[in-house]
């Protein structure tokens, strides 16, 4: 992890999904030697795919996966917990110059070097991260975790409603100066140059996660307008794509469906 100049990392904790191997066929025999797979799992995850068969080699790896076993989980809250290497991974990797993340729903199919090269080198970007395929207000983020019960419902309120006093307006997407295509981001899947201002936003991202709800859609609008009003003079180079290209990199699966515990 010391010594990783390009990463592609996710993380299953709670045995909350099947691991989902990268389509190896569509993997460039450079990217295999080059970059570094990570998938960060707990102990229970780790017993749980063992007596799937999937079993680490004498290397740690499953596949093109090295299974990095996470012990002391900083929360009780297994997708709070996920931030933390969805959100801070220029903190796992110091080296690392680049890094894609990918829920443990999805399946890559591409090649990292590729994905890199087209949402940020050839759009000179430094963050690229795509928009909702249906949702583009935090107005509607809202009542949707409300509805589903993503989330406590008072704990939504005390976030959303100290964000609309620190300045956070309704997604206007007939404003031509709006600075976002949309504000609610499919995140689940994020490419990353560590340069200091995308590892500033994400630092900010998670402190958000960190003190307010696990939902992180909720709070990304947020800081990045406050990111570029708190700092007019530094530009921060996001790219927003739509989620049909994220669709093209990507195979979504459902999550597990766990068992509920036996009644005695």
């Not at 990292?112 to 759009?123: A, D, G, N, S």
């Not at 530009?235 to 068992?259: A, G, I």
Request: some cysteine; glycine content about 2%.
């Amino acid at each position: 992890m010391n010594t990783c100049k390009v990463v592609v990392s996710s993380c299953i904790f709670g045995s909350s999904d099947f691991l989902r191997r990268p389509t190896s066929r569509m993997i460039s025999e450079f990217s295999k030697k080059n970059v570094c797979f990570a998938m960060f799992v707990d102990e229970q995850t780790l017993l749980t795919l063992s007596s799937e068969g999937s079993i680490p080699d004498d290397e740690g790896h499953i596949g093109l996966w090295r299974i990095v076993v996470v012990k002391n989980l900083p929360y009780k809250d297994m997708r709070r917990t996920g931030k933390v290497p969805k959100l801070l991974s220029h903190r796992l990797f110091p080296s690392s110059r680049y890094s894609i993340w990918l829920d443990s729903k999805m399946r890559l199919q591409a090649d990292p070097m590729l994905i890199i090269e087209f949402f940020l080198w050839r759009t000179r970007s430094e963050y690229a991260i795509s928009n909702h395929y249906d949702r583009h207000c935090v107005w509607e983020e809202v009542v949707r975790n409300k509805l589903l019960n993503k989330y406590n419902h008072t704990a939504i309120d005390e976030q959303f409603i100290f964000y609309q006093s620190d300045g956070l307006t309704k997604f206007e997407p007939s404003d031509p100066n709006t600075p976002l295509p949309s504000y609610v981001p499919e995140g689940s899947f994020i490419v990353r140059a560590h340069t200091p201002m995308s590892n500033l936003f994400s630092c900010l991202w998670f402190n958000e996660v960190d003190r307010f709800t696990s939902r992180d859609q909720l709070s990304f609008a947020y800081t990045y307008l406050k990111l570029r009003r708190m700092n007019p003079e530094k530009p921060f180079y996001l790219n927003m794509f739509k989620d049909c290209e994220r669709r093209q990199m990507t195979k979504l699966f459902k999550h597990r469906q766990l068992s509920p515990p036996s009644v005695t």
